[in-house]
């Protein structure tokens, strides 16, 4: 299982991104990812679960409102669009396979990574 997250890159505040996570190995239509992100030092920070089931996307706190997660079963492709950023947004971001057949924030559920993508935000 390979999971590549692409699209990041420098924005201002206020702008707008839209993250890309490849995956290939598996069936995106059974499996749930999630992104998580990492500020430079900072821990690692949940952002959103998409759920195989029924397409429903979980966001953070954080992000909700601003970051909307979608899926192409065709290409096995999840995005993260993400809009309105903030500096705070600044940080890693990874895609990742959980291996439990719900969503959930729990990262040891999460046994696929894939590398992280830059998203900085500044002016």
């Known amino acids: 299982v390979q999971l590549q997250a692409s699209g990041g890159g420098l924005v201002q505040p206020g702008g707008s991104l839209r993250l890309s996570c490849a995956i290939s190995g598996l069936a995106l239509e059974k499996n749930n990812i999630g992104w998580f992100r990492r500020a430079p030092g900072k821990q690692r920070e949940r952002v959103s679960c998409?759920?195989?089931?029924?397409?429903?996307?979980y966001y953070a706190d954080s992000v909700k409102g601003r970051f909307t997660s979608s899926t192409d079963n065709v290409k096995n492709t999840v995005y993260l669009q993400v809009t309105t950023l903030k500096p705070e947004d600044t940080a890693d971001y990874y895609c990742a396979k959980s291996s439990y057949s719900w969503c959930t924030w729990y990262t040891g559920a999460y046994d696929s990574w894939g590398q992280g993508t830059l998203v900085t935000v500044s002016s």
């Open positions: 998409t759920s195989s089931d029924d397409g429903s996307a």
